[in-house]
């Protein structure tokens, strides 16, 4: 075989399946042979090949056309004969082509391929044909095990030919991931320290604010709405506009005081508490005798809640809040002792007494 | 009748080739009714490309000259494959000639200069 022509094998068509090619090839020769035809050029044998490769593509698509069109998944002969008839072996056609509304099986087509095979039968070849077996593998070389396996599980509809599906984890659907008791349990853990936290951090917030009130007696109701930080400067801020001593209550650990030695922002409590038993008695006393009083009386301790007398007079100062204020933080307080505080009541309510009755007349109001 | 034609297109290539465009038969007797088409088609434009050659190699004969169209070797060209192609309905045309050296287009590197 003389090849005369340029490009061997150059057809563009055919980029994947040479060894399709190669067997095609062989056929191709083999029919020319057949036919008469001592040698061909290599270019000639490449372009028989080609067509003779769209020819049977062409077949195969027209008849899975027709086979869809009749609402079938696989072809039919009579659709096979359908795309015969339209490919036409001729463009001259075939007989009985115009007769439409007839039957297939004898259409022209057929009785043609029929007596194409009856002719043939006086060359009879004997070469074993099928010779290349292996091309079964090669139309499913990516889907013989698990393909054949997923052909297995199910899914026998979907023809072999297609590639294989994925792995089954990434299409099943499976449950959602359920919590672990362990990691519950952790949270429920980390909750309860949280809550408790938040407890403590409360409680110190109001130990603070009643030690606070207990200094500054005038502004509990505004201590209770903000926090312990503000809440310092509130009565830093408090402390400055009425009195330099008051300042902001130590906390408990921080200075070493006895239960009787009170740091001096005491003092105006002391003044406060000392009229309040003057006033329960009902005596006529001194501003001077409570003011000497409070000298003495300058360690006492607001232990308890003074029954509040209020007199309507000429009284500077708002003692009727502070008396109130103080006793309902006095109420609240659980740290003090209530038996000394009475004590301490019970002396000063006698050492007002003698004060008063010493000085009668010094004391224009009341 | 499929049983006694010798098929000179093996069934695993038709298969592939039907296979490869959509058409999935399971039957045998499909495969080999293609086949049996294909086989009749390849025929016709061997026969009809030979018809061709004959008559190429017919026409110049002159009684002077011994040129017996059997002794010539009859060889399948281009030209007449285009002919015998263009009744069945395929164009092919074969260029006559490469305008440029076999390496045009090629990448550099297998290039030979």
Not at chain 1, 139 to 156: D, L, N, V
Not at chain 1, 235 to 259: H, M, W, Y
């Amino acid at each position: 075989m003389s090849g005369t022509g340029g490009g061997g094998s150059g057809s563009s068509s055919g980029s994947g399946d040479e060894f399709g090619r190669a067997v095609a090839r062989a056929a191709v020769a083999q029919a020319l042979e057949a036919a008469g035809f001592d040698c061909a050029h290599r270019s000639a044998v490449d372009a028989v090949v080609d067509v003779l490769l769209r020819y049977i593509t062409h077949l195969g698509r027209s008849a899975a056309f027709h086979a869809n069109l009749a609402g079938r998944a696989l072809a039919n002969e009579l659709d096979i004969i359908q795309a015969l008839e339209e490919v036409g072996n001729d463009t001259d056609g075939f007989a009985g082509a115009a007769a439409t509304g007839r039957c297939l099986v004898g259409s022209g087509v057929v009785r043609d391929l029929m007596a194409f095979v009856d002719s043939k039968d006086e060359v009879p070849f004997a070469r074993p044909l099928p010779r290349f077996p292996v091309q079964r593998v090669q139309p499913q070389p990516s889907a013989s095990p698990a393909a054949a396996a997923g052909r297995e599980a199910g899914m026998r509809h979907v023809p072999e030919w297609l590639p294989a599906f994925p792995d089954p984890h990434t299409y099943v659907s499976t449950e959602m991931w359920v919590e672990p008791p362990a990691t519950k349990g952790r949270v429920d853990k980390v909750e309860q320290v949280r809550q408790r936290r938040k407890a403590e951090k409360s409680l110190l917030s109001l130990q603070r604010r009643l030690a606070m009130a207990g200094a500054d007696g005038f502004r509990p109701a505004v201590a209770v709405a903000q926090d312990s930080a503000e809440k310092g400067k509130e009565i830093q801020a408090a402390g400055t506009k009425r009195n330099p001593f008051l300042e902001p209550a130590l906390p408990p650990g921080e200075k070493d005081v006895s239960e009787v030695d009170m740091p001096p922002e005491k003092k105006k409590l002391s003044v406060l508490e000392a009229f309040a038993p003057a006033i329960q008695a009902r005596t006529i006393r001194e501003v001077d005798a409570g003011a000497g009083l409070d000298q003495n009386q300058r360690s006492i301790v607001p232990k308890e809640r003074a029954p509040v007398h209020l007199k309507l007079g000429f009284e500077k100062k708002p003692l009727a809040a502070a008396l109130n204020s103080r006793a309902l933080d006095l109420r609240e307080d659980p740290s003090f002792l209530k038996e000394e505080a009475k004590d301490d009541k019970k002396r000063r309510a006698g050492m007002i007494l003698r004060a008063s009755m010493e000085n009668p007349q010094e004391l224009p109001q009341l | 009748m499929l049983g006694s034609v010798v098929r000179k297109i093996p069934d695993e290539l038709v298969e592939h080739y039907l296979g490869r465009s959509g058409f999935h038969c399971p039957d045998l007797r499909l495969t080999r009714l293609v086949a049996v088409a294909t086989q009749k088609f390849l025929s016709d434009i061997a026969s009809d490309s030979l018809q061709h050659c004959k008559a190429r190699v017919a026409a110049p004969i002159k009684d002077n000259k011994s040129k017996q169209p059997k002794d010539k070797r009859l060889v399948l060209t281009m030209d007449d494959l285009s002919k015998a192609l263009r009744e069945h309905g395929v164009n092919l045309k074969h260029p006559e000639y490469f305008a440029d050296s076999p390496s045009a287009g090629m990448a550099p590197s297998t290039r030979e200069e």
